[in-house]
């Protein structure tokens, strides 16, 4: 805010006054931006208003709309995260399951509808295994690697293709 001199030299009254008039009409301009930024709660309303303070007001606006995004990715991969420890956890089980059927299988003790029964109960936890690893959580596929939009395991007659 400043107060412009009214010249004491030879000027003529219409300048004085226009000058006068002038200085009131700012500093009535400067007395409703101040009105304005008391009723608001905003120290700047147009970015015209103050621009290096503006400059800093959207770059912290940027840098807190990315800090929002990592917020929302950090949770979105926990969600997966969880959702592979689980399935992950599953298919542990089902391979110790394998593992003491096998076993028990093994010996010269076991008769041959006992090897058959374990070979049929073998078979149904490796297509569960199979179903486990194509599972699916917010549309994609857990273990598909890098293209999450494709079945990562298949099923054929000569094995397990990935």
């Known amino acids: 805010m400043s107060i412009i001199p009214v010249p004491s030299t030879r000027v003529s009254d219409v300048f004085v006054r226009q000058r006068l008039l002038a200085q009131v009409e700012t500093d009535q301009l400067d007395l409703f931006k101040l009105q304005n930024q008391i009723s608001s709660g905003n120290r700047l309303n147009l970015p015209s208003d103050d621009a290096p303070a503006a400059l800093r007001a959207v770059s912290l606006q940027a840098q807190l709309d990315q800090n929002t995004q990592f917020q929302n990715n950090v949770q979105t991969n926990q969600t997966y995260l969880g959702a592979t420890d689980s399935a992950m956890s599953q298919i542990v089980q089902m391979i110790d399951n394998a593992t003491g059927i ?8 076991a008769t041959d509808s006992q090897r058959d029964s374990a070979a049929s109960q ?4 490796i297509t569960q295994l199979v179903n486990n690893g194509n599972q699916i959580f917010r549309g994609r596929y857990l273990f598909a690697g890098a293209n999450t939009s494709l079945q990562p395991f298949v099923q054929t007659q000569s094995g397990i293709v990935y």
């Open 122 to 125: 073998i078979q149904d936890l």
């Open 102 to 109: 096998a076993s028990a299988s093994v010996g010269s003790t």
